[in-house]
């Protein structure tokens, strides 16, 4: 059975910094895409950034891009978001999820359609204080 446990959320001011993680257990973790999505009260869940299996190909929202850096270590079946330079604007729950990639060309990018995200963690709760 597989389990994705996220970390790291937490209270923050305007323009400080956290870190999530996302811990993968059950499955081989190198042979996914990782990806991170968030969901604002009232709001649809969205797409955040997504990491693909090998980890050299990384893509963003355009909300997020320049601020928030996403990366993985495969030997430790984990998955990282550095978030910097915070709004009040990404307050929100944050969830990690992967999703299979049968791929094996290491600059293939990653999904990024939340439909194609099989298994989902049960999010992190990141609020920033203006």
């Known amino acids: 059975q597989v389990h994705l446990v996220e970390s790291g959320g937490g209270l923050v001011q305007a323009g400080g910094s956290l870190r999530l993680s996302c811990a993968s257990s059950?499955?081989?973790?190198?042979?996914?895409?990782m990806a991170w999505f968030r969901q604002a009260p009232g709001k649809e869940r969205e797409f955040v950034s997504a990491?693909?299996?090998?980890?050299?190909?990384?893509v963003y929202a355009d909300s997020v891009k320049g601020r928030f850096t996403v990366s993985r270590d495969n030997a430790k079946n984990t998955v990282y978001l550095q978030m910097n330079s915070l709004k009040p604007e990404d307050t929100a729950s944050y969830y990690c999820?992967?999703?299979?990639?049968?791929?094996?060309?290491?600059?293939?990018?990653?999904?990024?359609?939340?439909?194609?995200?099989?298994?989902w963690g049960q999010g992190t709760q990141v609020t920033v204080s203006s």
């Open positions: 059950g499955r081989t973790f190198s042979v996914y895409d």
């Open positions: 999820a992967t999703a299979y990639r049968s791929d094996r060309n290491a600059y293939v990018p990653p999904k990024q359609g939340i439909g194609e995200y099989d298994i």
């Open positions: 990491i693909n299996w090998s980890g050299d190909s990384t």
